[in-house]
């Protein structure tokens, strides 16, 4: 199988191509290799992921549709896992416009290029930011998610609610993964 995974030079997005190519899949992954967290460690991340001809990389910035178009028509990908994002919930007050067009319109790219290249699934990061200011603890997908606190939050609901608008409409077939805190032991890239 062939898959597309964004973000593949961060934490979560370099383990998940990793593992893809150890279970014997074809990856490509794809990351802006933007500055917001070390650029070094990003680059540690993909060497991790090693060198196996099941594995290939492309800088690119999701938001450009066109590439983003020319590389789903050139991999043929059946399914995509959709990691990328911009990251920092203090940084979206800062930086509004790049939280705009990173979290929203490249997602909605990714929704695009999925629909018009016949993907069969995506499964995509939405966070645990979405619940705001709800604070009927435990958590349930069950719960209104109406109340974000963050543009970053905001971001994240709203590709959930594209993502459902797809699924709707278009028959693309969506996972939205709401990730609490993610961490490693010490020595893990």
Request: net charge negative; glycine share 8%; aromatic share 10%.
């Amino acid at each position: 199988m062939k898959f597309l995974v964004t973000g593949a030079a961060g934490f979560i997005g370099s383990a998940v191509c990793k593992a893809l190519c150890e279970a014997g899949h074809d990856v490509v992954g794809v990351d802006n290799l933007n500055e917001y967290y070390d650029v070094g460690l990003k680059h540690a991340r993909l060497a991790h992921i090693g060198h196996d001809l099941s594995f290939s990389f492309v800088t690119i910035d999701l938001s450009d549709s066109v590439k983003l178009n020319g590389l789903f028509a050139a991999h043929g990908f059946n399914r995509v896992i959709h990691l990328a994002a911009q990251a920092g919930v203090r940084y979206s007050h800062e930086q509004p416009m790049v939280f705009a067009e990173s979290n929203l319109v490249g997602h909605l790219a990714i929704l695009e290029a999925c629909r018009h290249h016949k993907v069969e699934h995506l499964v995509y990061a939405s966070s645990s930011s979405v619940y705001g200011l709800n604070d009927n603890i435990p958590f349930t997908t069950q719960q209104s998610v109406d109340h974000p606190i963050s543009l970053y939050a905001a971001t994240k609901k709203a590709n959930e609610l594209m993502s459902h608008s797809y699924s709707h409409l278009y028959g693309l077939p969506t996972t939205g993964l709401r990730f609490f805190t993610v961490y490693a032991l010490l020595g893990t890239p």
